[in-house]
């Protein structure tokens, strides 16, 4: 493999030379610059990553670390993380710790190890006792994190989205209105609660606790909460499930128990997953905007990376609704 000693010897320059000449770091003459970039090409020579990155002390990588793997709402968020990371000449290094709290600790100091120039961490995990980090390099919290770090934080307002959500159900005449959530020690759950309640009492609905179902927000938690309603006296006719999963769960209950979606009971979800519009019938949804998420944790990230800022920050971006079919007007 050609180094930049081979480069110079041929061309007959210095090895500084052949450094600005690749880097233009420096000026150097046309002359001098056509004379090494033709030895360049001859000797097909690429600079390597890792010398560069210990003499600028950085990588251009970025690592994230994950906690789940099998919601697709993550899956669209870390391709849309990849596509921005690519689009500022970062690499991106993935770690998923599958609800592993182990492997949550080991992933965060193999990231740091190798050396990443900043951190994305995204965690879904309500039950870790993660011990607190003393992060050295630059790191945004992407909509929640266990402890509390030094870092940016990029979140959605769940409080509107339970809001939107609850109110297109009542603005279709619906007053029994269920709602599946996840894990209520879970921050953006009690958030999309409380968005769920403001609107019940905004339209002098009566706020029913046999209503509001804790489960999870995965696919089994929509089975788990769905079967939980269908098994109560008085049904709801509609539910807010807190996940497009927690919905997709319900639609399996339902078909299940032989019950039709919207005529027998109104549904809409969160997220707004693309597999939410092919559900039969499509899935009514407030719609995470993920591109412009991943886009604002990248940007920032790459801001604290390249400038070093004392304060941090706490972004948030707005949800919206998307209306489909599987709500009835009664």
Known sequence: MATMKDIARIAKVSTSTVSHVINNSRFVSEEIRERVLTVVEQLNYTPSALARSLKVKETQTIGMLVTTSDNPFFAEIVASVEKYCSRNNYNLILCNTDGDQYRLEKNIQTLIQKQVDGLLLMCTESSFQTRAFNLSIPTVIMDWWPTELNADKISENSINGGYLATKALIEKNHRNIAIITGNLKK???????????????????????????????????????????????????????????????????????????????SIIGYDNIQLAQYLSPPLSTIHQPKNTFAKLAVETLISRIKNNEKTYRTLMVEPRLILRESIKTI
């Open 187 to 265: 921050i953006l759950a009690q958030k999309r609660v409380e968005g769920y309640k403001k609107a019940l009492l905004e339209a002098n609905i009566p706020i029913k606790e046999e209503f509001i179902i804790e489960s999870h927000f995965d696919f089994d938690g929509g089975i788990i909460g769905m079967e939980k309603i269908l098994q109560l006296t008085n049904r709801p006719t509609a539910i807010f499930a807190c996940s497009d999963t927690i919905a997709i769960g319900a639609y399996q209950t339902a078909w299940k128990y032989g019950l039709s979606i919207p005529n027998d009971i």
